[in-house]
């Protein structure tokens, strides 16, 4: 796990958390955005994602699975944009699901605003994830969701870095 670079707080029920990164902003943004970027890092090491639906407007709809290559495990989840403001902000509602995109009621509902700034070709992301109760933040957290975000912002790193090589070359 790698939080080096990670800027992480509570306040009451919302999960603050901010990550730079050495990239454009309208790469970062388009690296969230496109189903064909978002299952090149999306989810933790060793978890590939597969997006079902992506459809990135308001009331539009995310439905993808995180799968384990360790061991098959899936993790299902389903978000519902309520704005999105391109290259600047993406607030969704986002839930755990199964593969029908029925969300599951007995795990956290997440309200997540992620906020895209830029400053001299660094940007960053600061992500404010609201839970409907302290109790719910803290199933989060108890699940490993800073780490798993944590390698998840790693993985971003690396796959902007990348892309970034292959635009230089091409």
């Known amino acids: 796990m790698s939080t080096k670079d990670d800027r992480t707080r509570i306040e009451g029920r919302e999960l603050i958390m901010e990550r730079s990164f050495d990239a454009p902003k309208k790469l970062v943004y388009e690296a969230h955005v496109s189903p064909d970027h978002i299952a090149r890092w999306w989810g933790p090491t060793g978890w ?8 990135v407007e308001p009331g539009g709809i995310w439905h ?21 403001t391109p290259y600047e902000q ?4 986002d839930a755990f699901a199964d593969q029908f995109g029925n969300e599951l009621t007995d795990m956290p509902k997440m309200l997540v605003h992620l906020k895209f700034s830029e400053d ?25 969701a800073v780490e798993g975000m944590s ?4 993985r971003l790193a690396e796959y902007l870095s990348d892309q970034q090589k292959l635009e230089k070359e091409g």
């Open 90 to 93: 993406l607030i969704y509602e």
């Open 151 to 154: 390698e998840t912002y790693d």
């Open 120 to 144: 001299e070709n660094r940007s960053t992301i600061t992500s404010r994830t609201r839970f409907e109760s302290e109790a719910q933040l803290q199933r989060l957290l108890d699940m490993q």
């Open 48 to 55: 590939y994602t597969h997006s079902y639906e992506m459809e």
């Open 64 to 84: 993808y699975c995180m799968r384990s290559s360790e061991d098959g495990q899936e993790s299902w989840g389903k978000a519902v944009y309520q704005d999105v």
